[in-house]
T-cell receptor
Framework: AQSVSQHNHHVILSEAASLELGCNYS??????LFWYVQYPGQHLQLLLK??????LVKGIKGFEAEFIKSKFSFNLRKPSVQWSDTAEYFC????????????FGKGTRLHILP | DVKVTQSSRYLVKRTGEKVFLECVQD?????MFWYRQDPGLGLRLIYF???????EKGDIPEGYSVSREKKERFSLILESASTNQTSMYLC?????????FGPGTRLLVL
């Protein structure tokens, strides 16, 4: 069965620090990959997605993620975080098999200190 | 912009009550989903639907049922609410695999 693993449950950084949140998945076939973000009191929203092509994808608010197929990873990065990036981040994977459902990681709660 | 709305932001019910959570999307998406979100457990899929009158069980369907009579509306039903169903419930619709979420309903079962 597919699974998604987010390495860190809680990350605390100071403003201007660089961010990398890890995400690994267990499915061996072709996958679509996503990062979602939930700001305090707001909806879950799509941050970025990878379907095919350039493995380095850019999303909103300066975030990017790199798909490394050999490592089954899709880590989220931002070179310099801001206090407004405080949120919970979810990695998600869906295989290209029509019968498979999207699988979410358990989330990483990011807290940025001003 | 895709809009997914949920009927209530907060709901308090008593054990044994029948609970209806309504979700409406305005983008003519075929796929709709119900999740519950609990701290440390992430999102867990309860039920989903790929078309009107069609439903599929997710990972944790026990104690829940759903109804999809119209394309834009997907209802989650708790037949007899229990305290372990206290949670945040999220509805989503999807297009080209990307999911669009509603604001969530925080349900407290006493």
């Amino acid at each position: 069965a597919q699974s998604v693993s987010q390495h860190n449950h809680h990350v605390i950084l100071s403003e201007a620090a660089s961010l990398e949140l890890g995400c690994n998945y267990s499915y061996g076939g072709t996958v679509n990959l996503f990062w979602y973000v939930q700001y305090p009191g707001q909806h879950l929203q799509l941050l970025l997605k990878y379907f095919s092509g350039d493995p380095l994808v850019k999303g909103i608010k300066g975030f990017e993620a790199e798909f490394i197929k050999s490592k089954f990873s899709f880590n989220l990065r931002k070179p310099s975080v801001q206090w407004s990036d405080t949120a919970e981040y979810f990695c998600a994977v869906i295989s290209m098999n029509r019968d498979d459902k999207i699988i979410f990681g358990k989330g990483t709660r990011l807290h940025i200190l001003p | 912009d895709v809009k997914v709305t949920q009927s209530s932001r907060y709901l308090v019910k008593r054990t044994g009550e029948k609970v209806f959570l309504e979700c409406v999307q305005d983008m003519d998406h075929e796929n709709m989903f119900w999740y519950r979100q609990d701290p440390g457990l992430g999102l867990r899929l309860i039920y989903f639907s790929y078309d009107v009158k069609m439903k599929e069980k997710g990972d944790i369907p026990e104690g829940y049922s759903v109804s999809r009579e119209k394309k834009e509306r997907f209802s989650l039903i708790l037949e007899s609410a229990s305290t372990n169903q206290t949670s945040m419930y999220l509805c989503a619709s999807s297009f080209q695999e990307a999911q669009y979420f509603g604001p969530g309903t925080r349900l407290l079962v006493l």
